[in-house]
């Protein structure tokens, strides 16, 4: 157990080391292990991917999701990393001054934030295309990108998407990319702060 911990976490050269000798990220690592070690089925973590750069932050993301699938191991993270915290998280409780702001799925609290379905619209002369979709029933609201040469759409089915294109294409306007905009629990967090009352 001890050495594929070592191994998974990249310590197996330094499984020797006096953890005093250790830089903060491997200090991380080996308090985290000692945690996993005896292979509980509640792990609670404070800040665990402090200290830890990019990739063994993401490996253990992945280590813990793979405990939770296989040995049904419950986590209780509490964290200020936000992002990419939607494809980890099943259940979140968010917090500002010790008040609670939103919980529940990670899924539900994106889905009542933004309710509509979302496009970014790569298309050529974006002016012509505002205005063709002024009238277009399939579209509740449109507004514009930040990127140049976008547009963003909202609509209340996924397939209303497909009515857009063809209304574009036929005005001769070449649509180059469609991509789906996915929000996240990082936005939902400062949008709440943004309509939280603070002392």
Known sequence: RIEALL???ELTERKNSKVATLSKGLKQKVAIMRALIHQPKLLILDEPTSGLDPSAAESLNTYLQKQ????EMTVFMCTHHLQGLE?????????????FIASGRA????????????????????????A???????????????K????????????????????????????????????????????KMDV????
């Open 7 to 9: 191994t998974y976490f």
């Open 132 to 146: 063709l979709l002024e009238n277009e029933h399939a579209v509740v609201a449109k507004e514009h990108s930040d």
């Open 68 to 71: 939770v699938r296989e040995r």
């Open 148 to 191: 140049e040469g976008y547009l963003r759409v909202k609509m209340e089915a996924y397939e209303d998407i497909s009515q857009v294109i063809k209304l574009l294409t036929e005005h001769q306007l070449d649509v180059y990319t469609v991509t789906e905009v996915q929000h996240t629990i990082k936005e939902l967090y400062f949008k």
């Open 87 to 99: 494809q980890i998280a099943d259940y979140i409780f968010m917090m500002d001054q010790g008040r």
């Open 196 to 199: 939280m009352p603070h002392d």
């Open 107 to 130: 899924e539900d609290l994106l889905r009542e934030t933004w309710p509509q379905v979302e496009f970014d619209i790569h298309v050529r002369d974006v002016t012509r295309a505002w």
